[in-house]
């Protein structure tokens, strides 16, 4: 069993949706959940960041953690074609630890 | 604006061909670390240096060497390349804080073609 899992998609949308983008893990260690946004042929840039179990806003995106669970989401309302991208889900232990990447969801937002 | 940079974006190489990926930063950061993405994969850590240390993670082939000459320089050095090291190789770098989240800042990646 992976530690991080992500549905790879692709996932469409047409523009103005609200788009659901989810990973499980299975570490309970894991304290830090990050998303990063990564366009084709592009580094991972980083989105949002959470710790521990909550939700977190910025803009059109939310982030949401539940411990209990061992399950994280992304939200995004209003959506653009400019968020066309893979989001990748990412989580570590915190401080200086190494980060376990998901695999990516591949989203696709049409006008 | 800080930054990370890497060069070549892309580069393409023969088999067996040595080559070198070249990563830099204006952030100042402590920690750099070399990725490998292949398609639809997640990045998979190669190694990564604190300042002048360096961290090997236990699967990462032989054939992967690194160089941290200096604060803002790392080089990926793949020393034969075979067709399965054709990748996405991506620099990142972070504070290496110990507190609070460590946030790693990824620069474009280089795009390896290995012929």
């Known amino acids: 069993q992976k530690e991080v899992e992500q549905d790879p998609g692709p996932l469409s949308v047409p523009e103005g949706a609200i788009v659901s983008l989810n990973c499980t893990y299975s570490n309970s260690a894991f304290q830090y959940f990050m998303w990063y946004r990564q366009y084709s042929r592009k580094g991972p840039e980083l989105l949002m960041y959470?710790?521990?179990?909550g939700n977190k806003e910025d803009g059109r995106f939310t982030a949401q953690v539940d411990k209990s669970s061992k399950y994280i989401s992304l939200f995004i309302r209003d959506s653009q074609p400019s968020d066309s991208a893979t989001y990748l889900c990412?989580?570590?232990?915190?401080?200086?630890?190494?980060?376990?990447f998901g695999t990516g969801t591949k989203l696709q937002v049409i006008p | 604006d800080a930054m990370v940079i890497q060069n070549p974006r892309y580069q393409v190489t023969q088999f067996g061909k040595p080559v070198t990926l070249s990563c830099s930063q204006t952030?100042?950061?402590?920690?750099m670390y070399w990725y490998q993405q292949k398609s639809s994969q997640a990045p998979k850590l190669l190694f990564h240096y604190y300042d002048k240390d360096f961290n090997n993670e236990a699967d990462t082939p032989d054939n992967f060497q690194s160089r941290r000459p200096n604060t803002s320089f790392c080089f990926l050095d793949i020393r034969s390349p075979g067709l399965g090291d054709a990748a996405m190789y991506l620099c990142?770098?972070?504070?290496?804080?110990?507190?609070?989240?460590?946030?790693?800042?990824f620069g474009p990646g280089t795009r390896l073609t290995v012929l």
């Open positions: 952030l100042n950061h402590n920690v």
């Open positions: 959470t710790y521990s179990s």
């Open positions: 990412a989580m570590s232990r915190g401080g200086y630890q190494k980060v376990t």
């Open positions: 990142a770098t972070s504070r290496g804080t110990s507190g609070a989240t460590d946030t790693q800042y």
